[in-house]
T-cell receptor
Framework: DAGVIQSPRHEVTEMGQEVTLRCKPI?????LFWYRQTMMRGLELLIY????????DSGMPEDRFSAKMPNASFSTLKIQPSEPRDSAVYFC?????????????FGEGSWLTVV | GQNIDQPTEMTATEGAIVQINCTYQ??????LFWYQQHAGEAPTFLSY????GLEEKGRFSSFLSRSKGYSYLLLKELQMKDSASYLC????????????FGKGTMLLVSP
């Protein structure tokens, strides 16, 4: 079975540039999550969707961050303009509400470096 | 608010047993998860406890005490490949469908 698929796996960009991260959740899953991981803050939830609808974006750091989910199989996280402090690993994850305890499954992550 | 505490790092030797503790505070309770994360990789699901007691799954076991807000992950017959970060997580107060994670315990297994 295909897991959560993210792209790009690695991106290095210059400060001020737009960054778009992409995610394909596991087929049949009705929840999609965007998390960010840094050494200092650990794994933090940025935003999550249920049936393609954004439910809680209180974790989005500021207006430079936006996320969309146009259909059940695709989501994007956009940073515009990017800043060095945005350097982190961004994980997309999905879950199925009918499963046991709503276990969350993670993609391999997008490693972002802003210079 | 929610608070999850776990030791930052632990070391152990191959073949030994190690216990990684986690204490949590939540307004409600809807289960506790353990994830394993190898360096440079994604977190992967290890276990889920919703009732008190010990759940055994091969070399790994997870224990929960809801009254004490306490859980531990027990790893037996340690192998080098068990060197990883172990993350404790609970469903978020704001929405049980999401998880709030601890900062993880980095376990280093030496020969």
């Amino acid at each position: 079975d295909a897991g959560v698929i993210q792209s790009p796996r690695h991106e290095v960009t210059e400060m001020g540039q737009e960054v778009t991260l992409r995610c394909k959740p596991i087929s049949g899953h009705d929840y999609l999550f965007w998390y960010r991981q840094t050494m200092m803050r650990g794994l933090e939830l940025l935003i999550y969707f249920n049936n393609n609808v954004p439910i809680d974006d209180s974790g989005m750091p500021e207006d430079r961050f936006s996320a969309k989910m146009p259909n059940a199989s695709f989501s994007t996280l956009k940073i515009q303009p990017s800043e060095p402090r945005d350097s982190a690993v961004y994980f997309c994850a999905s879950s199925y509400s009918g499963g046991s305890g709503n276990t969350i499954y993670f993609g391999e992550g997008s490693w972002l470096t802003v210079v | 608010g929610q608070n999850i505490d776990q030791p930052t790092e632990m070391t152990a030797t191959e073949g030994a047993i190690v216990q990684i503790n986690c204490t949590y505070q939540t307004s409600g309770f809807n289960g506790l998860f353990w994830y394993q994360q190898h360096a440079g990789e994604a977190p992967t699901f290890l276990s889920y406890n919703v009732l008190d007691g010990l759940e055994e799954k091969g070399r790994f076991s997870s224990f929960l005490s809801r009254s004490k807000g306490y859980s531990y992950l027990l790893l037996k017959e340690l192998q080098m490949k068990d060197s990883a970060s172990y993350l404790c997580a609970v469903p978020s107060d704001s929405g049980y469908s999401t998880l709030t994670f601890g900062k993880g315990t980095m376990l280093l297994v030496s020969p």
